[in-house]
């Protein structure tokens, strides 16, 4: 039954809308060709207005009359793609209690695909008075607010289709929309900084030289910028401030069609998709941008703030911070669940894309106090027929007690493996560490994964990340450089691992310059060698640099973006080489860890799958993994000890492999295996000279010596012939 509903707009004029009762799912706005079916939960509302704002602005307000199970809903066959519109939420407002509503507070669709505008941190925005967080302020914050826009949910998408890149044949491209088209000269200019920007050939052919096979794209949900750091002249650059889990950020679209984004998004993965390259997000589920009791209200907070927060218990008004921008997320409530759920669904299915990676996903695991990893959450996923089948990756850590989770999350899961990044930041820079920690990470990390039936590619392997120094800046600061943030240099990490080479930051020295060189050789050739999955910040290979600034979130600026005409050709040149050696031999991406970590004797059926030498040719010992002072190692990979088969079933083989490392600050000579292993071996990577580039290397015989730099590596690969 179709009712007309009088709604008094904002300047006073009457406005008919014909409404029918709709229907309590898909929440959300949902345009189906004939109108709109709005939908939206709430358990405490006691009444629900719909807001439609025109083009000028003026708002209409419809009560949503129909209530299923919490949600309220209707339909309206006048409202079309394009049309902006908001809620007020009629209901008890008791911070007390855990209640906020406040009807003078416009509120985001927290199921909105598409929001137009930007924040304007009024008053209006809060629901006390500044100076008074005890009083209350019903001031109309609907000026002030941007507004959720129905989309065209219908695309062309031809004949895309996800590329389906198993994790073993995986490398990752961490990167951000704006900052790495902004500067890039081969993008129109009125394309920099946006998806469509990502998808110009200039910037698919350079990841496709790389070998990328998927980027992971830093936050693009829309997200809020901080009025702390607007007030400072600053923003929020990285995007961990969502408030839209729905909606890709109107800020990184050329569009200029309200909702237009969407489309721009849906263009970029299909682009992405024809060139085989698949489509990460990096997703903020564990808090939203409405802060802590102080913080604006915005969406959820002014829906049902006790269904979507986690509260304290003995005192409601305030929040569980588990990830210290001033909430989490009630991970417990099942309408909380439906909405991460929905959210990750709506993104594979309608987005396209590949995967995720969870900020901070030990705050997800916390459906109480703990870290759990059979909670709620992780039970949907696992069952989840569409989002279990994709890529999912955990930051294994928060804030909270407990929080760092590194080897812990369940089976079908990876994880950004932070102590892959310590362990080779430490070696490389000199520091003494045990070896046998080391081989550890470079195998795949099998003490972290193997005991949850897990394989070597739940770890990301990684040594810089957009958190952090950028890997020049790693090799040429001691200390970090912030004051550009505005606070003093006291954010962002003090302990970084990291090594200046004996200059702390730029310098014309070139032996210095040398040595950086070399360094970021040693790193990206040790990530792209290491068993797993390697993944590469974006810029590193071109050298990239924030000046020493290792907490880059609120510099949207020329800091923090990728200056292409400033690229390291020599490194670009040698991650393409590497990166193409890594594609080209299984040997480097096995599916299966190794047979035990170290293998120090040759098995009854002939030379093992793995063993570690060291530089004058013997088996590692005990007592030298159990060194604490040990600089220098080499491993030998056997070719013909792949587990793997082909899709004919047919047994894997690969040529064999034999890596130096030497961490010490004088050359080495390296004694290589004898002929059993290889007659001889054919030097493919040198960090110290950059060879072979090209150029045919004369082989070295069995039993022979190879010298490595200092603070360098060397790869030999089995002479076949």
């Known amino acids: 039954?179709?009712?007309?509903?009088?709604?008094?707009?904002?300047?006073?004029?009457?406005?008919?809308?014909?409404?029918?009762?709709?229907?309590?799912?898909?929440?959300?706005?949902?345009?189906?060709?004939?109108?709109t079916n709005f939908a939206v939960f709430s358990e405490v509302a006691e009444k629900v207005e719909l807001c439609l704002f025109d083009g000028d602005g003026v708002e209409s307000r419809v009560a949503l009359l129909e209530v299923d199970g919490f949600v309220w809903h209707g339909f309206l066959p006048e409202v079309e793609p394009g049309q902006h519109y908001g809620y007020r939420v009629y209901g008890p407002y008791d911070p007390a209690a855990g209640h906020r509503c406040n009807p003078n507070?416009?509120?985001?669709?927290?199921?909105?695909?598409?929001?137009?505008?930007?924040?304007?941190?009024?008053?209006?925005?809060?629901?006390?008075?500044?100076?008074?967080?005890?009083?209350r302020n019903d001031d109309d914050s609907a000026p002030h607010m941007p507004k959720a826009v129905v989309i065209n949910p219908f695309f062309d998408w031809g004949a895309d289709r996800p590329p389906g890149h198993e994790y073993a044949d995986t490398v990752i491209y961490e990167t951000h929309v704006k900052g790495l088209t902004q500067l890039h000269p081969d993008i129109p200019e009125r394309m920099r900084g946006t998806y469509a920007g990502i998808a110009h050939p200039a910037i698919i052919e350079h990841l496709q030289s790389l070998g990328i096979t998927a980027i992971e794209l830093m936050p693009v949900h829309h997200f809020a910028n901080d009025s702390t750091l607007v007030d400072k002249g600053l923003s929020n650059y990285w995007g961990y401030n969502t408030i839209g889990f729905f909606a890709p950020d109107f800020k990184y679209t050329s569009s200029t069609t309200p909702g237009g984004q969407v489309q721009e998004f849906k263009a970029m993965v299909r682009a992405l998709h024809e060139a085989g390259i698949e489509v990460i997000l990096d997703v903020v589920y564990n808090h939203t941008a409405e802060g802590n009791h102080l913080g604006p209200t915005l969406s959820m907070r002014g829906i049902d703030n006790a269904g979507y927060y986690q509260l304290v218990d003995d005192d409601r008004q305030y929040y569980m911070d588990y990830t210290g921008t001033g909430n989490s997320l009630n991970v417990g409530h099942p309408h909380t669940l439906q909405l991460i759920m929905d959210s990750l669904r709506y993104w594979v299915t309608e987005m396209h894309v590949d995967g995720f990676r969870f900020d901070l996903a030990s705050t997800l695991a916390r459906e109480f106090y703990d870290v759990d990893r059979l909670s709620a959450f992780f039970e949907l996923v696992q069952?989840?027929?569409?989002?279990?089948?994709?890529?999912?990756?955990?930051?294994?850590?928060?804030?909270?007690?407990?929080?760092?989770?590194?080897?812990?999350?369940?089976?079908?899961?990876?994880?950004?493996?932070?102590?892959?990044?310590?362990?080779?930041?430490?070696?490389?820079?000199?520091?003494?560490?045990?070896?046998?920690?080391?081989?550890?990470?470079?195998?795949?990390?099998?003490?972290?994964?193997?005991?949850?039936?897990?394989?070597?590619?739940?770890?990301?392997?990684?040594?810089?990340?957009?958190?952090?120094f950028t890997l020049r800046d790693l090799v040429s600061y001691n200390e970090k450089h912030n004051e550009a943030n505005k606070e003093d240099n006291n954010d962002g990490e003090s302990n970084n691992k990291s090594w200046n080479c004996g200059v702390e930051g730029p310098t014309d020295d070139p032996e210095v310059n040398a040595l950086r060189a070399r360094q970021q050789r040693n790193f990206l050739a040790t990530t792209l060698l290491s068993q797993g999955v390697p993944m590469i910040s974006h810029g590193d290979e071109l050298g990239r640099t924030q000046n020493g600034n290792n907490n880059g979130f609120c510099q949207d600026n020329e800091l923090t973006w990728v200056h292409w005409?400033?690229?390291?050709?020599?490194?670009?040149?040698?991650?393409?080489?590497?990166?193409?050696?890594?594609?080209?031999?299984?040997?480097?991406?096995?599916?299966?860890?190794?047979?035990?970590?170290?293998?120090?004797?040759?098995?009854?059926?002939?030379?093992?799958?793995?063993?570690?030498?060291?530089p004058d040719g013997s088996e590692?010992?005990?007592?030298?993994?159990?060194?604490?002072?040990?600089?220098?190692?080499?491993?030998?990979?056997?070719?013909?000890?792949l587990p793997d088969l082909d899709s004919r079933g047919q047994r894997v083989t690969?040529?064999?492999?034999?890596?130096?490392?030497?961490?010490?600050?004088?050359?080495?000579?390296?004694?290589?295996?004898?002929?059993?292993?290889?007659?001889?071996?054919?030097?493919?990577?040198?960090?110290?000279?950059?060879?072979?580039?090209?150029?045919?290397?004369?082989?070295?015989?069995?039993?022979?010596?190879?010298?490595?730099e200092a603070r360098a590596m060397v790869v030999l690969q089995a002479d076949s012939e």
């Open 1 to 35: 039954m179709a009712e007309t509903i009088d709604s008094v707009g904002q300047q006073g004029a009457a406005t008919a809308w014909e409404q029918w009762p709709g229907k309590a799912y898909p929440l959300g706005a949902t345009y189906d060709g004939s109108g």
């Open 105 to 135: 507070k416009l509120l985001i669709d927290p199921y909105a695909k598409a929001i137009d505008g930007n924040f304007e941190w009024d008053q209006s925005l809060f629901s006390y008075n500044f100076g008074d967080p005890d009083s």
């Open 383 to 468: 069952q989840d027929p569409t989002v279990s089948q994709v890529k999912l990756i955990a930051e294994p850590w928060d804030v909270g007690p407990g929080g760092y989770q590194v080897g812990n999350f369940p089976p079908q899961w990876t994880e950004w493996n932070g102590k892959f990044r310590d362990t080779v930041r430490d070696y490389w820079r000199g520091e003494p560490a045990t070896l046998d920690e080391f081989a550890s990470r470079l195998t795949g990390s099998a003490d972290l994964y193997e005991h949850t039936a897990r394989r070597p590619v739940a770890s990301i392997n990684f040594v810089t990340a957009h958190d952090g």
């Open 565 to 614: 005409d400033k690229a390291d050709t020599e490194l670009v040149d040698f991650t393409r080489q590497v990166s193409a050696l890594r594609t080209a031999h299984p040997v480097f991406r096995r599916r299966r860890f190794f047979n035990g970590l170290p293998v120090r004797r040759r098995g009854a059926e002939g030379l093992p799958d793995i063993s570690w030498l060291q």
């Open 620 to 641: 590692m010992s005990d007592e030298d993994w159990e060194s604490g002072f040990g600089k220098s190692i080499a491993v030998y990979l056997n070719g013909l000890g």
């Open 654 to 708: 690969d040529d064999s492999f034999f890596l130096c490392f030497n961490a010490h600050h004088e050359p080495i000579e390296f004694t290589l295996p004898p002929p059993e292993y290889g007659q001889a071996w054919i030097p493919v990577v040198d960090t110290a000279t950059l060879a072979p580039n090209g150029e045919e290397q004369e082989p070295i015989t069995a039993g022979g010596t190879v010298r490595v």
